[in-house]
T-cell receptor, first 117, second 112 residues
Framework: GENVEQHPSTLSVQEGDSAVIKCTYS??????FPWYKQELGKGPQLIID?????GEKKDQRIAVTLNKTAKHFSLHITETQPEDSAVYFC????????????????FGTGTLLAVQP | EAGVTQSPTHLIKTRGQQATLRCSPI?????VYWYQQALGLGLQFLLW???????NRGNFPPRFSGRQFPNYSSELNVNALELEDSALYLC???????????FGPGTRLLVL
């Protein structure tokens, strides 16, 4: 079945260091991969997303890389700050695949990132 | 621009009762999605509505149902509540089917 594995489950870094979170998906038809940040008591907030026709995307301190052959994608946060502390979720879905669009996001299990000042 | 709004923020029910949760999408968005975030189970897809129709359903029993109104707002109904239904219920909306999903703050349901 559809599954997304996410590692690590917890990650502690010093302020200014980089953080990397990795995800692997099982559905080879997946072609859309968003990342969400969830702070305590709030809903998930989209921070970056990538579609399968792109191998890498960057937005300031955040970047995502995608390897479709290996079916894995990663989130990279550089120059981490205490306000980056939150739970991060990766997700995968079939986006507008003819005859197979589901548009449901399959989420990873989340990574609790703690940035120590 | 206002984001996705959900009401109520918290809901306490007893086992066997019914719960109704509401969601208003971002203005201009036609697709609404519901997810359940239960402790230890992560975020799981429940339902997807687009243009008033149910388009996809997750692996949940039929007592989880909903609808989308002509103004694209949506309602999630959970009948015959069970203790394990206690969770944060998140609504998301997208401009069109398949576009980026933006989440609301959620409704926290507690079943006693």
């Amino acid at each position: 079945g559809e599954n997304v594995e996410q590692h690590p489950s917890t990650l502690s870094v010093q302020e200014g260091d980089s953080a990397v979170i990795k995800c692997t998906y099982s559905d080879s038809a997946s072609n859309y991969f968003p990342w969400y940040k969830q702070e305590l008591g709030k809903g998930p907030q989209l921070i970056i997303d990538i579609r399968s026709n792109v191998g890498e995307k960057k937005d300031q301190r955040i970047a995502v890389t995608l390897n479709k052959t290996a079916k894995h994608f990663s989130l990279h946060i550089t120059e981490t700050q205490p306000e980056d502390s939150a739970v991060y979720f990766c997700a995968a879905s079939r986006w507008l695949v003819v005859g197979g669009a589901t548009n449901k996001l399959i989420f990873g299990t989340g990574t609790l990132l703690a940035v120590q000042p | 621009e206002a984001g996705v709004t959900q009401s109520p923020t918290h809901l306490i029910k007893t086992r066997g009762q019914q719960a109704t949760l509401r969601c208003s999408p971002i203005s201009g968005h036609t697709s609404v999605y519901w997810y359940q975030q239960a402790l230890g189970l992560g975020l799981q897809f429940l339902l997807w509505y687009d243009e008033g129709e149910e388009r996809n359903r997750g692996n949940f029993p039929p007592r989880f149902s909903g609808r989308q109104f002509p103004n694209y707002s949506s309602e999630l109904n959970v009948n015959a509540l069970e203790l394990e239904d206690s969770a944060l219920y998140l609504c998301a909306s997208s401009f069109q089917a398949g576009e980026t999903q933006y989440f609301g703050p959620g409704t926290r349901l507690l079943v006693l």
